[in-house]
């Protein structure tokens, strides 16, 4: 029993053997099939005349996933870290929904209602993707490295925009929509962020070379994050190699290259030695 389910821990959770690429690569495809299913059950015409077709298309699709929601429960010896994990929850939220939309039933507006917000729950499986692209964890671990940069230049930004908020509402005034300033923050929000909506605009010759600074700003506001996080993944992927390898006993995947135990809770990643 122990190599059957080792055999189907190396097949659910390793990316970097030949067995769980097929399974990677095939699931993204049932996956993105399940978004377009449910994208196409949104148009009247597609939903009224294919019923038949996306309903036992979607069946088909969420069978699927609760034999594999199911597969990766039984397959590491802690199932509750995999269930309240965010993957866990998110594939949980992805399969649910077709199974209670059985139980509810009736033609009231709220139900009908419900079964609608039920159906598009399962988007989330577009969420279930990242799991399976090696990269999308490197960017994660990444970006929490960084978060204490990004969040003080964020912090930067807003006070930026409180301020130049502020003096637009002193130059421009009332006359030229700037009421008072929240909104005046909100069009330096909007122009910072070189969104621009045109529903405020600066009519004055000082306003207009001010509004000019914080558009050529946006710019390099745009630049920054990026760099940081750039930055940060540059200098990991000199610090170290790591792979996909799952733990079985603690599901951390965060291994080096030719790691023969868990660096996190020492567990042998081969179980059958």
């Known amino acids: 029993m122990n190599k059957t389910r080792q055999k189907i821990h ?19 495809i049932v996956i993105i099939i399940s978004v377009v299913l449910v994208a196409l059950e949104t148009v009247g015409w597609i939903n009224q005349q294919y019923y038949e077709i996306l309903n036992i298309a979607e069946w088909t699709i969420t069978i699927l996933f609760t034999i594999e929601y199911i597969l990766r429960v039984i397959s590491i010896h802690h199932p509750r870290k995999y269930i ?28 009908m209602m419900a079964i609608r917000a039920l159906r598009i729950l399962r988007i989330f499986r577009v969420l279930h993707i990242s799991r399976y692209i090696g990269e999308s964890n490197f960017l994660v671990r990444s970006l929490l490295v960084s978060r204490a940069k990004i969040v003080i230049f964020l912090l930067f930004v807003l006070i930026m925009c409180i301020l130049f908020g502020t003096l637009m509402y002193l130059i421009e005034g009332p006359e030229a929509g700037f009421n008072n300033i929240p909104e005046s923050i909100y069009w330096c929000i909007s122009t910072i962020s070189t969104v621009g909506y ?19 700003l946006g710019y390099g506001i745009i630049a920054v994050p990026t760099g940081i996080i750039s930055a940060e993944m ?18 951390n995947d965060k291994h080096k290259d030719n790691a023969i135990y868990c660096h996190q809770c020492g567990s042998h990643l081969d179980e059958d030695k």
């Not at 045109?198 to 558009?215: C, E, N, R, W």
């Open 10 to 28: 190396d097949i659910i959770y390793e990316a970097d053997t030949p067995a769980g690429k097929v399974f990677d690569i095939s699931l993204i």
């Open 234 to 251: 540059a200098q990991r992927r000199k610090k170290v190699d790591v792979n996909t390898r799952v733990c079985a006993e603690c599901l």
């Open 198 to 216: 045109g529903d405020i605009v600066p009519l004055t010759g000082l306003g207009k070379f001010l509004a000019s600074m914080l558009m050529i």
């Open 84 to 111: 309240f994990s965010f993957y866990g929850i998110i594939d949980l939220l992805a399969t649910i929904p077709k199974y209670i939309s059985l139980f509810i039933v009736g033609a009231q507006l709220e139900t």
